[in-house]
């Protein structure tokens, strides 16, 4: 059965996870609205069923636009997948930067589900809300990326519920390790919120930032390839039957189950013991000894 006259639209979908979930189901015959920043992004991703389509889910005019391009047609799904990482201590995190945070990883999210509900609801298609493992389990200098994807998990348990009599489903990706450009961005950014740190912050913090961008990368390097994942959120936008939740890669598995069972804590000391390893080889005893 072909399925060309049925559109899906994917969110952030310039590079990663969000490209390689375009064209897979491109290659499933669905027609993709494939949501980019620049042109140059688009004129990359073009191809057979895939349409790049300008937008910054923080821009109304965009999103307006997005909602005026599907009106009339059969909507199949929303990938609401758009997103960036940031990644500092709490305290050390200006406030700036978590207001930008929440813009794209949340109220973008929730602006563009507004804007094509109405095709949605008309269509009885479904969205899919890319969270992470951060949405379950918050590491230090995580604090306001887990908050704005625990927010998004909060978000769509809600919606599922609201949509359910009305035929729409909403289902959660939870990926893990996933090989993508925007880690490396992340860690960029990591880097550059540190040395702005001020001295007594850097004495609190800076073995930590060091030992998240370590493990970050280490991380990412040992996660699942864009292709793959993709293959997942596919299955999640496409199967007739979808769990509320998946999860992209082991540790993402592990990790969320074991975050529904075991005392704060004890998943403390879990995470404290997987990045203790990164740490700068001088401040391993004094990080052990705190744990």
Do not use: C
Request: net charge positive; charged share 20%.
């Amino acid at each position: 059965m072909t399925t060309s006259h049925e559109i899906v639209v994917v969110t952030g979908a310039s590079t990663g996870m969000g490209a390689a979930t375009a064209r897979e189901l491109a290659r499933q015959g669905y027609h993709v609205l494939a949501g980019v920043r620049r042109e140059r992004d688009g004129d990359a991703l073009r191809a057979a069923g895939v349409e790049p389509v300008i937008l910054d889910i923080t821009d109304a005019d965009q999103i307006a636009a997005l909602a005026a391009r599907v009106d009339g047609a059969t909507v199949r799904a929303l990938v609401n997948n758009a997103g960036i990482a940031v990644n500092a201590p709490v305290e050390a995190l200006p406030l700036a930067d978590w207001r930008r945070l929440f813009e794209v990883n949340l109220f973008g999210h929730v602006a563009v589900t507004q804007a094509l509900l109405p095709a949605l609801l008309r269509s009885r298609g479904r969205i899919v809300n890319i969270s992470s493992l951060g949405g379950r389990v918050a590491m230090p200098a995580y604090g306001a990326y887990a908050g704005s994807k625990f927010a998004l998990e909060a978000v769509s348990d809600a919606l599922r519920q609201e949509l359910a009599p009305h035929g729409v489903q909403v289902v959660i990706v939870e990926p893990g390790g996933v090989q993508t450009a925007m880690n490396g961005r992340g860690a960029a950014a990591a880097v550059g919120l540190a040395a702005a740190m001020t001295d007594p912050q850097r004495r609190r913090y800076g073995s930590l930032m060091q030992a998240v961008v370590a493990h970050a990368d280490a991380f990412t390097k040992a996660g699942r390839s864009a292709d793959a994942a993709a293959r997942v959120i596919a299955k999640a936008a496409t199967t007739p039957r979808p769990r509320s939740r998946y999860t992209i890669g082991r540790d993402a598995a592990v990790l969320t189950r074991l975050a529904r069972v075991l005392p704060g804590r004890l998943l403390d000391r879990l995470v404290a013991a997987d990045l203790r390893r990164h740490f700068p080889k001088d401040t391993r005893g004094a990080v052990a000894a705190r744990a």
